[in-house]
């Protein structure tokens, strides 16, 4: 009953979504208030409904409904709670449901707290965005429509994939989707514009908040994905270059320059056409990034929905949300005149070398997933893009990149001088040269982009101190007037101090952990001990356990470092028997430094009592993390600005209202 | 056309051709069998039986006559909710069937299994290490081919079968084959 309830509530959002797309367009094209008006509503009902529906769904896991085929198919009565209802958005058909309801969240959010905006803007963005709900909302319910019921409800479910059965997963795809829809905001923002005709400052400044809030949670939902990689998949690995993963960072990096690129438009009237083109490619690329893992076109590890008919759905859209938006883009985009000029070498500039080599990044790790694709298309033979090709043209562009970062600040507007910016950077380049020393000292022999990545992240983070000691004039005004300065540094600009601090963390993580991981896989028996990097690892032997709904084996080991005891790591081998799949739990012991890892693997044939072990000693692997978290915070502080919330100068919202 | 409006007409452009290659992609579904194995003849395998049986399968047992080959394993639910169609064939003796008893931890699982719901099968092959089901390219349970009478594979289906997918594409299948 709840569920045909759900169900019903779904269909009614379909048709709250086809009014919310259309009625406030033709309004806002007539100057009519009436029909301009509806958007609002509009938005709110259609979020209402999508949560009545994702509300029922819940409520057919909650209580094991296996009457109800999603049910039936994705969860199993012996599973924990929390997975019950997690397993909502663990398969297909849920997951594109909660798309859809974050997607209403969003749009409901722009209806209620975006009281300034000019209300013909507020239309056409509320109408941009109605009509990508309508396309899921149809998506769902032709194809992919998680109520329909079984004629005769089977006794059990046939459970969730063990490998999703996991917290860092369960939690994974909602801040994904969070920031891949995040985006549609600011994707909404620049359709309207350009059928406005016009972006200005206070176009900008709407836009902003809601991009950085996009990409914080992006950020998160990339950094999960990481990190479950790294503890779950039990390789030692943090990032894989997997179809799935790129899906996720491409847009993450297309993102970050739309996030630069929006303060050019809002400071200094300039590269406008470029940041509408960045927000519907971001957008694009985020709806790319659902289809690649919900079409099946790449195959993968992840992917748990192979289903053409839907791939066609799904590539209908695409066709209709990135080429339509493009060819709006052509007809439109020229007639946006950007006011601002600048030299080369200014804080423009800066902001529009990282926009190139942002752009530069998300194409080649484009370039680099979909090259399968179009190989197979033309009839090659299916081959996998590797590690080794993204390695080899990643880091060339992103090396630059961050170098340009610690400059950049530095520079004014409009016109820049590089010397005496660099003069300023003294003290990054004494702390860079001392991470080089210190570095090779402790790794003569590792590999030489070890070396450059710790002294980039040196210049980076003191670069950036350095960017915030000369706003506050520490050690040139008294200390009081300084902390007196820092008080009133926006949100904005401690966002990006923070932000900056966490790549250059970040870039210190990948360095060690790509540069300096010891790995030793081998046969042991209780009692034996491997020599890790340093830390002696003794194997105390294995046991079964039986947990609520698998049964494992649990290997002890006991890690010593100069005889001294650090730590006893319990790593699981986990087999589910609803679907007789193994997976492999990491014990993992996080050090400041680094991280002792270890992972019991099949039990020995020819060694009595042996099993396989794979202990590893992965250095600064959770600088990788925290790196990413501070980036969050940064953004976080940005999202908060005051200033976002205030809107733009008075004089610009009159102009904007008369054009009504 | 002016250079500007060209520059702007060619993110258009890029992604038409993005598109089409997607399209294209969309065709070439990575994991349609049929492509592969259908009107192949089917690969070499030699089963032992499971436990209680003195025959296991091998491809010279399908080479005859019109039969079944089913793949299944006692872990599999949705086997389970195929096994009284799969009784059915049986007693109404409509075509042989032979199973492939795959993926078992426990060599007792797939015999416990048919004493508990019956045993539907004429042959029965043990698979524990995937050695069948590699061959014939099975990605989940219950699987099923038909193969003709020269052991030739001619249909598979993936998923439980009832008596509409029955009624309306396998048995006619059978029965077309047949009269070859």
């Known amino acids: 009953m709840i569920t045909e309830f759900g169900h019903y509530a779904l269909v009614t959002a379909l048709f709250a979504a086809l009014i919310q797309s259309t009625v406030p367009l033709v309004g806002a094209a007539r100057g009519d208030g009436a029909w301009i008006s509806a958007a609002k509503p509009a938005a709110i009902v259609q979020f209402v409904l999508v949560a009545i529906a994702f509300a029922a769904l819940t409520q057919a896991y909650v209580t094991s409904d296996f009457s109800v085929n999603n049910v039936y198919e994705n969860s199993h009565s012996m599973k924990p709670m929390i997975y019950k209802v997690t397993g909502v958005w663990g398969n297909h058909e849920g997951s594109l449901l909660l798309w859809v309801l974050i997607l209403a969240l969003f749009g409901c959010c722009l209806a209620l707290f975006s009281r300034r905006l000019p209300p013909s803007l507020m239309a056409r963005v509320l109408a941009v965005q109605g009509m990508i709900g309508v396309g899921f909302l149809a998506f769902i319910l032709f194809t992919s429509n998680p109520f329909l019921r079984l004629p005769h409800a089977p006794l059990d479910g046939t459970g969730l994939n063990p490998l999703l059965q996991d917290p860092g997963l369960a939690l994974h795809p909602p801040f ?102 960045l927000a519907i490619v971001t957008f694009s690329l985020s709806l790319l990034g659902t289809f690649l893992v919900r079409s099946g076109v790449l195959t993968s590890v992840h992917a748990f929905a192979t289903d053409p008919a839907r791939g066609v759905f799904i590539l209908i859209l695409l066709i209709l949300v990135a080429g339509g938006s493009l060819a709006l883009f052509a007809s439109r985009g020229p007639a946006l005149k950007s006011t601002g000029l600048f030299q080369p070498i200014s804080r423009e500039g800066g902001l529009l070398l990282n926009n190139l080599l942002m752009s530069a990044a998300a194409a080649v790790v484009l370039l680099g997933t979909l090259y399968p694709l179009f190989l197979d298309a033309i009839g090659g033979a299916k081959v996998s893009v590797g590690a080794p090709f993204f390695n080899s043209v990643f880091f060339p562009i992103m090396t630059p990149m961050a170098a340009a970062m610690a400059v950049g600040p ?87 101090t923070l932000a900056h601090l966490g790549l250059a963390v970040a870039i210190a993580g990948m360095a060690g952990a790509g540069s300096w991981k010891v790995e030793s896989i081998q046969v042991m028996k209780p009692g034996d001990s491997v020599d890790v990097a340093g830390y002696q690892y003794t194997f105390n032997g294995a046991r079964q356990r039986q947990g609520p709904n698998y049964s494992s084996t649990v290997g002890s080991f006991t890690v010593r470092e100069d005889g001294r005891e650090i730590v006893t790591l319990q790593s699981e081998k986990r087999v589910y028997p609803v679907r007789n799949m193994p997976t492999t739990e990491a014990a993992i012991h996080t050090m400041f430094l680094g991280d002792l890892y270890a992972v019991i693997g099949d039990p020995d044939k020819d060694v009595e009592g042996g099993f396989i072990t794979r202990l590893y000693y992965n250095p600064f692997v959770v600088w990788l993390w925290a790196g990413g978290l501070i980036m969050v915070l940064g953004a976080a502080l940005s999202v908060a600005d005051r200033r976002y919330r205030i809107g733009a100068p008075a004089h610009r919202r009159q102009a904007a209202t008369a054009k009504v | 056309m002016t250079m500007k409006r060209m520059m702007f007409l060619l993110p258009l452009v890029v992604f038409m051709v993005i598109g089409v290659y997607f399209a294209i992609g969309l065709t070439k579904d990575p994991r349609k069998l049929p492509s592969v194995l259908i009107n192949q003849t089917i690969p070499e395998f030699s089963l032992a039986p499971i436990k209680g049986r003195d025959r296991g399968l091998s491809s010279e047992d399908l080479k005859g006559q019109v039969s079944l080959v089913n793949f299944w394993g006692s872990w599999c639910i949705a086997c389970k909710i195929e096994h009284p169609f799969l009784m059915k064939i049986k007693e109404e003796n409509l075509v042989p069937l032979h199973g492939v008893n795959w993926r078992e931890v426990d060599p007792d699982d797939g015999p416990d299994w048919l004493k508990k719901y019956g045993d539907p099968y004429t042959l029965i092959g043990d698979d524990p290490k995937s050695k069948a089901a590699i061959a014939f390219g099975v990605y989940g349970a219950p699987e099923t081919f038909i193969i003709d009478a020269a052991g030739i594979i001619r249909h598979r289906f993936a998923g439980p079968m009832n008596q509409k997918v029955w009624d309306e594409s396998l048995w006619p299948i059978i029965q077309e084959l047949r009269k070859q």
């Open chain 1, 176 to 277: 994904l989707y969070l920031g891949y829809v995040g985006f549609s905001v600011a994707f909404s923002f620049a359709i309207a514009a350009l059928l406005e005709g016009r972006v200005d400052a206070a176009w900008a400044r709407w836009v902003r908040p809601w991009t950085m809030a996009a990409w914080a949670f992006l950020t998160i939902g990339v950094g999960l994905g990481s990190w479950w990689a790294y503890y779950e998949l039990g390789w030692g690995g943090w990032w894989f270059w997997d179809p799935v993963e790129n899906a996720s960072f491409i847009p993450w990096l297309s993102g970050t320059a739309l996030l630069h690129s929006v303060i050019v438009v809002e400071k200094r009237d300039t590269m406008k056409a470029w940041t509408v083109f």
């Open chain 1, 410 to 496: 530095l520079l004014a507007w409009k016109r820049g001088d590089l010397f005496p910016a660099l003069k300023k950077l003294w003290a990054a380049f004494v702390m860079t040269a001392a991470a080089v020393i210190a570095t090779w000292s402790f790794h003569s022999d590792g590999p030489p982009i070890g070396l450059l990545g710790m002294g980039l992240a040196a210049w980076l983070f003191t670069g950036t101190l350095v960017e915030f000691a000369e706003r506050a004039k520490l050690a040139r005004v008294p200390l009081l007037e300084s902390f007196k300065r820092m008080a009133h540094f926006s949100g904005a600009s401690w966002g990006m």
